[in-house]
């Protein structure tokens, strides 16, 4: 079956820019989350989504928000972008989410110049 | 918050070498995996071992959660073995929210 699919794969914004990713979990999974990932910050929890209601939440600033759509699609966006958003992204779809085995997407690499 | 440690943070292995990757972690979990991030990003699942031990070919797992340790046997190391690779818990409260640890980088030398 059908992994993880993340878009864009690859993405160059400018400061102050607002920017969308999308993460299509596999079939059947209701549970997406989302993860940045820098140099220096390693691997950071932004948030969870579960049947389309937001679940937990990471420390990151307001600036970074989420939304997950009925077919369990789900979309992280982040506004006036700075120098410092620039990162991996990578999403994960679980069944069920607590206790379950995650599937990690390919990422969304974010460039902000 | 959890905390979650990984050793060693770097380990250079010629072609055909065993390791050990170790993870310790501070508190109870719903959950615990361990992955390899490949050259392009990606996180490939290794293991889903909140407990117990698992084997998959040249690798192979085993979770002590009532010591809150994991550890990951790479057997007769390959090249293609080289990369980082992660720890992550979840933990035991509401939702799923991974927390990683900070990664073993691993270089099989031919």
């Known amino acids: 079956k059908a992994g993880v699919t993340q878009t864009p794969r690859y993405l160059i914004k400018t400061r102050g820019q607002q920017v969308t990713l999308s993460c299509s979990p596999i079939?059947?999974?209701?549970?997406v989350s989302w993860y940045q990932q820098t140099p220096g910050q390693g691997l950071q929890f932004l948030f969870e989504?579960?049947?389309?209601?937001?679940?937990n939440k990471g420390n990151f600033p307001g600036r970074f928000s989420g939304r997950q759509f009925s077919n369990s699609r789900s979309e992280m966006n982040v506004s006036t972008l700075e120098l410092g958003d620039s990162a991996l992204y990578l999403c994960?779809?679980?069944?069920?989410?607590?206790?379950?085995?995650?599937?990690f997407g390919q990422g969304t690499r974010l460039t902000v110049v | 918050g959890i905390q979650v440690e990984q050793s060693p943070p770097d380990l250079i292995l010629q072609e055909g070498a065993n390791s050990t990757l170790r993870c310790n972690f501070s508190?109870?979990?719903?959950?615990l995996q361990w992955f390899h991030q490949n050259p392009w990003g990606q996180l490939i699942n290794l293991f889903y071992?909140?407990?117990g031990t698992k084997q998959n070919g040249r690798l192979s797992a085993t979770t002590v959660a009532t010591e809150r340790y994991s550890l990951l046997y790479i057997s007769s190391s390959q090249t293609t073995d080289s990369g980082v690779y992660f720890c992550?818990?979840?933990?035991?409260?509401?939702?799923?929210?991974?927390?990683f640890g900070p990664g073993t980088r691993l270089s099989v030398l031919p």
């Open positions: 994960a779809s679980s069944s069920v989410g607590v206790g379950t085995e995650a599937f």
């Open positions: 079939s059947g999974h209701r549970s």
């Open positions: 989504y579960f049947s389309e209601t937001q679940r």
């Open positions: 508190d109870s979990v719903n959950n």
């Open positions: 071992i909140p407990s």
């Open positions: 992550a818990v979840e933990p035991d409260n509401y939702g799923q929210n991974f927390v």
